[in-house]
């Protein structure tokens, strides 16, 4: 199991109870049990947790994830309440912080596709599936779909991988009703997701969603919306005008990153067992402005 290269102390905050610290966010629980959510600009490849942070990331993940929060209100509620600083926290907490509802988390990774790339190419070269669903002949490394599939994974702990599951199995684990109903949601929002994309100039390949029972929604727990959604960090955003299936796509993510560690550049084994070297600078503010450009083609809104 790999994690983090130096993993960083978290901000002790009157009033606050930390949680736990993930690959991206620091998570506590307030006074009134609601949790407040910190995205820093940590950045995660290869199962490891960085060195080296993308300044602005957390503040981007987090407005964007607002703005697709509200994108989405017609079909999911989400835990969102506030974004409000609490009290004596760090001045560089603004920006990055949401104070959400405690939900009583599915064990899920909802994940959507609607191109071939990542996990499910690799089933889909080996066995022609993806998660156990049959796809046709003649697909090729981002491929768009015959339409938009749901396939779930199994949430890991930092350093070790989702692993992809059958909705059979899904079904088994938590259900065949709260599975119909997590189907359902999650391609219902990547559709939307999806078009809303494609109107600005981008492809949204896949995503994976989050989602929690609110069980203080009233006399029937609400499935909700949680954690980030909609991100770099958790999606794959690719610009239209370059789309070209049978080759990687250019990316709205850390895929550059990605390209660097894995090339001679680095110096790195990432088979080995040394972590991960500092980011050179140029990687780090290439890697920004992907996610800058991101933000700003979707929302419409200059950053800043």
Known sequence: MTGFVEKPEPAQVPGLEHLHTGKVRDLYRNQDGHLVMVASDRLSAFDWVLPTEIPDKGRILTRLSLWWFEQLTDLLPNHVISTDVPAGAPADWEGRTMICRSLRMVPVECVARGYL???????????????????????????????????????????????????????R???????????????????????????????????????????????????????EVLTPDSSRFWPADQWQPGRSQPSFDKQYVRDWLASPASGWDRN?????PPLPEDVVEATRARYVEAYERLTGVPWS
């Not at 990542?118 to 080996?126: A, F, H, I, N, P």
């Not at 999806?194 to 989602?211: N, P, S």
């Not at 080995?272 to 991960?276: L, M, V």
Request: charged residues 30%; contains cysteine; negative net charge.
């Open 117 to 171: 790339a990542g996990s499910g190419l690799v089933e889909y070269e080996e066995s022609r599936t993806v998660c156990g669903l049959a796809l046709p002949d003649g697909l090729e490394n981002g491929s768009e779909l015959p339409g938009s599939i749901f396939t779930p994974a199994t949430k890991a702990a930092v350093g070790e991988h989702d692993e992809n599951v059958s909705y059979e199995e899904m079904a």
């Open 173 to 227: 684990q938590i259900g065949p009703e709260t599975a119909a109903e997590l189907r359902q949601s999650t391609l219902a929002a990547y559709d939307k997701a999806r078009d809303i994309a494609r109107e600005r100039g981008i492809i949204l390949a896949d995503t994976k969603f989050e989602f929690g029972w609110d069980d203080a929604a009233g006399a029937e727990p609400r499935l909700t919306l949680a954690d």
């Open 272 to 276: 080995g067992e040394q972590p991960p």
